[in-house]
């Protein structure tokens, strides 16, 4: 009965360490990142330290401050490096690497890193292979893929996703055939993600009530 207080006491503690190292890091990021504004350079060096010791969010923000030349010199290698041990576990970092590959006309690695964040329901990767497949990019034009892609994207809340269905709906396209009844579905759904598209669509039919596919925001 001892051993097993014990274990249950050493497990708490464990537990509350972690839970205060995780604290930490937190702050620790939140201090390098409002750093970044007056002192660059000890906020790059602050991230630097927090990427090497795994923080996510300090290695996608040292990704873009090398691939853009925040505050310092442009280092595509050190880009690389930061988003590939980034995109290791997380979503996020899966879809800017495999889309950086993708413009670069790697189309083997852009669609394994975009798979991947796909897997994970990351709506910007669906979003982006639903383009992919649309246009037939590096791989065989496939509008049912692309169609399935898309709409897992605008059920996770993608705004772009429901703007294409609304585009394609009210004009149609070489995958999906207009629809009045579709495109005013889409045209609520894109509306109630604040869409400037579907936003601006809905300002024009109040102002043209006979508009068919007018509707009021939910």
């Known amino acids: 009965m001892k051993r097993i207080?014990?274990?249950f006491l050493i497990t708490i503690a464990l537990i509350s360490e972690n839970n205060a190292f995780a604290k930490e890091q937190i702050s620790e990021y939140e201090l390098a990142v409002n750093?970044?504004?007056?002192?660059?350079?000890?906020?790059i060096h602050m991230l630097t330290k927090l990427a090497k010791k795994g923080n996510i969010d300090a290695q996608i923000d040292l990704y873009s401050i090398y691939r853009q030349g925040l505050s310092t010199k442009k280092d595509s290698n050190k880009a690389i490096y930061w988003i590939k041990k980034a995109a290791q576990t997380n979503s996020e970092a899966m879809s800017i690497?495999?889309?950086l590959y993708i413009t670069q006309s790697n189309y083997k690695d852009g669609l394994k890193y975009l798979d991947k964040a796909a897997k994970k329901s990351n709506p910007t990767a669906l979003y982006v292979l639903g383009a992919i497949y649309f246009d037939g990019t590096?791989?065989?034009q496939n509008c049912k893929r692309s169609t399935n892609d898309y709409l897992k994207a605008a059920k996770l809340g993608s705004v772009q996703s429901s703007e294409y269905f609304l585009n394609a709906y009210l004009n149609g396209n070489k995958c999906l055939q207009k629809s009045k009844m579709d495109a005013k579905k889409w045209l609520k759904e894109a509306v109630n993600l604040n869409s400037p598209l579907a936003l601006r669509l809905l300002g024009y039919s109040q102002l043209f009530p006979n508009n068919p596919y007018g509707i009021r925001k939910t």
């Not at 750093?35 to 906020?43: G, I, S």
Request: net charge positive; charged share 15%; glycine share 12%.
């Open 5 to 7: 207080l014990f274990l």
């Open 97 to 99: 690497l495999g889309s």
């Open 138 to 140: 590096g791989v065989k």
């Open 35 to 43: 750093t970044f504004q007056t002192q660059p350079k000890k906020a």
